[in-house]
């Protein structure tokens, strides 16, 4: 079955920056997209950055764009997300996610069916 296990979240201050790693099995990484989505205290989950399964295509919610990078490593299986300049509004429990169907483009929650566990990223002021 698919497995997607994240790493690299914490807690630091705003201005910082973090990696968040998701390492995928159970998939073939390169025929999916993978998608970073975010879920903040009493709001819906929001993609923040996906990439597609040839790393040709990317998205950046608007709220991250220039601060994050979404990249993939096929040899590893693993999806990064390179978060710079981080701001108090950033903090939200981070999923990795990954497409119910190969080499489909999407950007909604209900078009991903595996998930990480999801790692904690708090930043404070």
């Known amino acids: 079955q698919v497995q997607l296990v994240e790493s690299g979240g914490g807690s630091v201050q705003a201005g910082d920056s973090l990696r968040l790693s998701c390492l995928v099995s159970?998939?073939?990484?390169?025929?999916?997209?993978m998608g970073w989505f975010r879920q903040a205290p009493g709001k819906e989950r929001e993609a923040a950055a996906v990439i597609s399964w040839s790393g040709g295509m990317t998205f950046y919610a608007a709220s991250v764009k220039g601060r994050f990078t979404i990249s993939g490593d096929n040899a590893k299986n693993t999806v990064y997300l390179q978060m710079n300049s981080l701001k108090p509004e950033d903090t939200a429990d981070y999923y990795c996610?990954?497409?119910?169907?190969?080499?489909?483009?999407?950007?909604?929650?209900?078009?991903?069916?595996?998930w990480g566990q999801g790692t904690q990223v708090t930043v404070s002021s």
């Open positions: 996610a990954v497409t119910r169907r190969p080499l489909y483009w999407a950007l909604t929650a209900d078009e991903y069916d595996a």
């Open positions: 159970g998939r073939t990484f390169s025929r999916y997209a």
